[in-house]
T-cell receptor, first 113, second 109 residues
């Protein structure tokens, strides 16, 4: 079984709808992250969480919110989706410290029409 | 803030060597990661450099010069399966990663 899972894997929704993307991990990591990827722009950090009670904004948090329901679960919400939020979204986890690599989920492809 | 530059695309022949450069300007630099990402898939870890010098791992090597804000990823004995995007990422305080735009490598027969 995959260490980091994301649901749904693909989603098409309409402008103005509320969408939740879910992430679960079995690696026992405290740190979890949400990124979006757009062609030519690499991965950009939306939100990150170092433990259940710690939530931080990344570089592009506007229009998004998150919830850390448990150590293993970190959800990303789009309160009112807009077309420029069409992107590939990745969840990632890591252990503590600067040298720990991040492990990525398989991604959610979101299309907002 | 952070600024990371890497070429957009490179083409090489199977069996050859390709070097992907990455330059960065950042505050609070801790280390530099390289990830591989096949189209539509998740990035996977290749290497991590924190000290100056070359780290070799099989066919892949990564170099870092902290004073020059420069790294490269060297791929030797290229195989068709190496066709992918290669992401350079800098880590600062709190293990937050800032990614470059990625370099798409196309390996031709």
């Amino acid at each position: 079984d995959a260490d980091v899972t994301q649901t749904p894997r693909n989603r098409i929704t309409k402008t103005g709808k509320r969408i939740m993307l879910e992430c679960s991990q079995t690696k026992g990591h405290d740190r979890m992250y949400w990124y979006r990827q757009d062609p030519g722009l690499g991965l950009r950090l939306i939100y990150y969480s170092f433990d259940v009670k710690d939530i931080n904004k990344g570089e592009i948090s506007d229009g998004y919110s998150v919830s850390r329901q448990a150590q293993a679960k970190f959800s990303l919400s789009l309160e009112s989706a807009i077309p420029n939020q069409t992107a590939l979204y990745f969840c990632a986890t890591s252990g503590g410290g600067q040298t720990y690599e991040q492990y990525f989920g398989p991604g959610t492809r979101l299309t907002v029409t | 803030g952070q600024n990371i530059d890497q070429p957009t695309e490179m083409t090489a022949t199977e069996g050859a060597i390709v070097q992907i450069n990455c330059t960065y300007q950042t505050s609070g630099f801790n280390g530099l990661f390289w990830y591989q990402q096949h189209a539509g898939e998740a990035p996977t870890f290749l290497s991590y450099n924190v000290l100056d010098g070359l780290e070799e791992k099989g066919r892949f090597s990564s170099f870092l010069s902290r004073s020059k804000g420069y790294s490269y990823l060297l791929l030797k004995e290229l195989q068709m399966k190496d066709s992918a995007s290669y992401l350079c990422a800098v880590t600062a305080a709190g293990n937050k990663l800032t990614f470059g735009g990625g370099t798409r490598v196309l390996v031709k027969p």
